[in-house]
């Protein structure tokens, strides 16, 4: 028993000291010195009264105002020239396109349907797409129609779509809005 205590103890010394360690460990610290303002003493009046600034023995000052000559005035009016607006360049549109609006037109479980609604759709030079989305845990596809500046115009555009359409109540959706959100899978199927 003595000679199997002597080899478990050699035998967990030796696997103890065969790694390396570090033993020296050191700190250290900065301290700034900051030199200490004199105060001077507050003003003490004969009666043993503290004077100081309070709001009874100051005085407000006032700015005079000197009135400039018509002149003067006139001249410098005429030196800042117009400001003229300019509509932006097609590569300054290109650069910061811009997002409106669009209409959502109905929201289906599967890829096929949107395959299916998005051949169904008119097809008069407006973008039509689909954005993917979980909402409490099932999947959606949204089938978005058309791209307008602004909400009155994607309005009047859901009157012209075909009954079909109308008869699933589509809305109007800021693109914008679907940018931010936490699914801003937007893919253009046209």
Known sequence: MKKIAIVG????????STGTYTVDVSSESYREAYPVAKVDQPVVSQDGMMNGVTEQNVTPTQKTIV??????AAKTAKAKPAVAIIPPTAKQIAKNPRFGYTIQVVAVGTQTKVDQFARQLPTEGQPIWENYKVVNGTKW?????????????AKKAIATLPME??????????????????????NKLN
């Open 9 to 16: 103890i050699s035998a967990l010394l030796s696997a103890c």
């Open 67 to 72: 009135p400039s000559s018509s002149s003067t």
């Open 141 to 153: 596809y949204t089938v978005l129609y058309g791209d307008y500046a602004t909400r009155t115009e």
């Open 165 to 186: 359409f109308k008869n699933l109540k589509p809305f109007v959706k800021s693109i914008d809005a679907i940018k931010n959100s936490e699914y801003p899978t937007l």
